[in-house]
T-cell receptor, first 116, second 111 residues
Framework: NAGVMQNPRHLVRRRGQEARLRCSPM?????VYWYRQLPEEGLKFMVY????????ESGMPKERFSAEFPKEGPSILRIQQVVRGDSAAYFC??????????????FGSGTRLTVV | KNEVEQSPQNLTAQEGEFITINCSYS?????LHWLQQHPGGGIVSLFM???GKKKHGRLIATINIQEKHSSLHITASHPRDSAVYIC?????????????FGKGTKLSVKP
């Protein structure tokens, strides 16, 4: 029973390129959450998705960032035209249902994005 | 002022010591979470509390809703407890998973 899988673990992009971060939730989990941890700062909520729906994107930057969780396949966090300030660790977590967060959620190991 | 404040920022202890990490928050909450982040970055959920006290092994978490304060205690600390401990709150009325995080307490337990 694999946990939350994030890939790649490390990603290097040049300024202006696109970054795609993938998150496969735990088996049986249909809700995914993305968080960002900037260097020397705390974690910050970005977006909460259910399959084919964005439930809460209040933490997403207004430009260049988007997220999806299709019916089939992993959730994708996409950052267009990356800048140095996007360098951070990006974590996803998953839970089994709309109230499942109260009963248990699991984090992935994160993707470390470095923009050069 | 941050909505979630943790103290201390850094803590060094000798193996076997009793450890307390504090968390204060300034918003109405639906629940408070304690997380552990090891070097290398993996994050583990330790506790979710909305009232009272929870215990798991050598870890104890308490919350005082009236005082908007929570504590995480580690009894008989061990070097493997060395990690960053993070307090996070779910805002009352907010969506699940939309947590406000403290900056973390870095714990180092010396043998």
């Amino acid at each position: 029973n694999a946990g939350v899988m994030q890939n790649p673990r490390h990603l290097v992009r040049r300024r202006g390129q696109e970054a795609r971060l993938r998150c496969s939730p735990m088996k049986g989990h249909s809700h995914v959450y993305w968080y960002r941890q900037l260097p020397e700062e705390g974690l910050k909520f970005m977006v909460y998705l259910q399959k084919e729906n964005i439930i809460d994107e209040s933490g997403m930057p207004k430009e260049r960032f988007s997220a999806e969780f299709p019916k089939e396949g992993p959730s994708i966090l996409r950052i267009q035209q990356v800048v140095r300030g996007d360098s951070a660790a990006y974590f996803c977590a998953s839970s089994p249902s709309a109230t499942g967060f109260s009963y248990g959620y699991t984090f992935g190991s994160g993707t470390r994005l470095t923009v050069v | 002022k941050n909505e979630v404040e943790q103290s201390p920022q850094n803590l060094t202890a000798q193996e076997g010591e009793f450890i307390t990490i504090n968390c204060s928050y300034s918003v109405g909450i639906s629940a408070l979470h304690w997380l552990q982040q090891h070097p290398g970055g993996g994050i583990v959920s330790l506790f979710m509390l909305s009232s009272g006290k929870k215990k798991h092994g050598r870890l104890i978490a308490t919350i005082n809703i009236q005082e908007k304060h929570s504590s995480l205690h580690i009894t008989a600390s061990h070097p493997r407890d060395s990690a960053v401990y993070i307090c996070a709150v779910g805002r009352d009325g907010g969506s699940q998973g939309n947590l406000i995080f403290g900056k973390g307490t870095k714990l180092s337990v010396k043998p």
